[in-house]
């Protein structure tokens, strides 16, 4: 197989910023993060579990979603509360790009 029998749907190079962070919450919980901001994803943030490789393209929105952290992560509903805590001050409002 070569390269020219792909189909590309997108291909782009783009600067991000990544975060990375640890951290352990009062129910100790620890969580190793990659939270990515980019252009794409409509102003949301791609959050990477570092311990896990599971990863969700999140806005402060999601956190408002019932079981939403729980099933990307693959957490329990505690340790999901407490990563939305976080989150809800990380992720910031969406703002939407081209």
Same mark, same amino acid.
Request: hydrophobic share 10%; charged share 30%; aromatic share 10%.
């Given at each position: 197989m070569i390269l020219k029998d792909f189909d590309f749907l997108s291909d782009s !190079? +783009?600067? @991000?910023? !990544?975060?990375?962070v640890t951290f352990i919450t009062p129910g100790m919980h620890r969580f190793d993060l990659a939270i990515l @901001? !980019?252009?794409r994803f409509y102003g949301k943030k791609l959050v990477v579990d570092m311990q896990s490789g599971r990863s969700g393209v999140l806005g402060p929105?999601?956190? +408002?979603?019932e079981g939403v952290l729980e099933?990307?992560?693959k957490i329990d509903e505690e340790a999901a509360s407490e990563l939305a805590q976080f989150l809800y001050l990380v992720l910031g409002a969406v703002t939407f790009t081209d």
């Open positions: !190079t +783009e600067q @991000t910023s !990544t975060r990375y @901001t !980019t252009n929105d999601d956190l +408002e979603e099933s990307i992560y």
